[in-house]
């Protein structure tokens, strides 16, 4: 016969209900923290680490509007840790018509449009060509509140140094990158792309007079045949000027070779080299760099990115950057925007993209009409060479594709 468990002491139940009931409050704590940061990354874009005690009240009152139909309005403020005196104040606020309304989705477009690089200053220079005026610190804040910021700059890591093989001519830029005139100076460079599909590298020709890039080449192989076809192009661009401009460069081997070398004497280009390991000497170039990854690499996700269709993308952004993108120091206007205010010819090459393994290289733009030579070179012996007359119109290209 089995023994009869005697029933819990009354006391012991009573502790049991105490825990069980304390576990369903910190549950429900636990929940409720879990949900405000959940609607903290939904509504004001914070990351789901933020402390919501770093809000700011504005955005705390957001919150607790967002979950009151699920938890009583003391329990929101309290975890919150708002006044019942602001939530009410700023819930008053919020209830009021947004007189930014418009402002905020054009803000949010000039955004996505210009490869989600535009800082206050440009968004707010972008406004004023569409007659909304607005000043900058009411655009700042619009930004911060539409979880709008510009990405941050990363260290470069390409270096082509192979030690000193020939003679480095005399530092002639030294330091001076401001030029009154068009292709008085010109600075140039490689830089590498790393992607899960290879590496991709670039060699640009970039103007101190309004940072334009005259020329360009993009490959898979950083080798002479890449900046020689780049300055090919370049001396294209000058083929009927008089006056030859400063060619400022690292201490490259590139630039040591003797392709390169019979160019520029041949072009009577004048070089110049920076010192050994010394980057700021060629800071202009180096800040090219760095705005073309800042703005266009680092804040995208490759992996499912081909190195052709990388290409193309590059391709498509120096583009961009040459006829939209605008700067501060030219007044808010880009460089071909600012060449023509100042009445000097422009024209832009039409797109040409390349097939797989091939380097594409164009010349951009020149302040005289003439004809530009755009080279498809593919690695072995097979060439193409097709010859484009500038256009003062450029050649209607995809959409998201067409420099304008």
């Known amino acids: 016969m089995k023994r009869k468990k005697k029933p819990a002491p009354d006391h012991e139940r009573a502790e049991l209900e105490q825990q069980v009931e304390s576990l369903r ?79 905020r989705r054009v803000i949010a477009d000039i955004f996505e449009l210009n490869h989600r690089c535009y800082g206050y200053r440009r968004i707010r220079a972008a406004l004023g060509r ?14 911060r509140q539409e979880g709008l910021a510009a990405a941050t700059t990363r260290r470069r890591r ?51 007079f309004d940072g334009l890039v005259v020329s360009w080449s993009i490959g898979t192989r950083p080798d002479a045949e890449l900046v020689n076809t780049m300055l090919d192009s370049a001396i ?25 070398l019979s160019r520029m004497q ?23 760099f760095g705005r073309l990854k800042t703005e266009l690499f680092y804040p995208c996700d490759w992996r499912a990115t081909t190195v052709d269709q990388f290409i193309e993308v590059v391709d498509s952004y120096i583009r961009w950057y040459n006829a939209k993108r605008i700067k501060v120091s030219l007044g808010f206007l880009s460089p071909v925007e600012y060449r023509q ?14 097939h797989p393994r091939w380097v594409i290289f164009t010349s951009a733009l020149t302040h005289r009409i003439g004809v530009r030579h755009v080279v498809i070179k593919r690695f072995g012996k097979e060439k193409a060479l097709c010859t484009i007359v500038a256009l003062h119109e450029p050649l209607h290209l995809a959409p998201s594709l067409a420099v304008g």
């Not at 294209?236 to 390169?260: F, K, M, T």
């Not at 009577?268 to 050994?276: D, F, G, H, V, W």
């Not at 832009?348 to 390349?354: D, F, R």
């Open 25 to 103: 409050r910190d549950i429900r704590q636990l929940q409720l923290e879990h949900d405000i940061l959940k609607k903290a990354n939904e509504l004001i874009k914070k990351g789901m680490g933020v402390d919501p005690q770093l809000l700011s009240n504005r955005e705390k009152t957001m919150l607790v509007d967002a979950l009151k139909q699920t938890y009583a309005l003391p329990e929101l403020l309290a975890a919150m840790g708002l006044a019942r005196s602001s939530y009410f104040y700023h819930r008053a606020r919020l209830l009021v018509a947004d007189r930014h309304a418009g402002a």
């Open 130 to 143: 569409q007659q909304i005026f607005i000043s900058e610190k009411v655009v700042r804040r619009l930004m």
């Open 158 to 208: 390409y270096g082509s140094y192979r030690g000193e093989i020939s003679p480095a001519p005399e530092n002639i830029i030294n330091r001076d990158f401001c030029a009154t005139a068009p292709n008085q100076k010109w600075l140039t460079d490689i830089t590498e792309f790393q992607i899960p599909d290879g590496k991709v590298y670039l060699s640009p020709v970039i103007d101190c």
């Open 236 to 260: 294209e661009s000058v083929a009927g000027c008089e006056q030859r401009p400063v060619v400022h460069s690292d201490r490259g081997a590139h630039y040591r070779w003797p392709g390169w």
């Open 266 to 288: 041949d072009a009577r280009l004048i070089r110049s080299m920076s010192r050994k390991g010394c980057s700021p000497d060629n800071a202009a170039c180096e800040g090219f």
């Open 341 to 354: 205010s100042l009445g000097i010819a422009a024209s832009i090459s039409p797109g040409i993209w390349p």
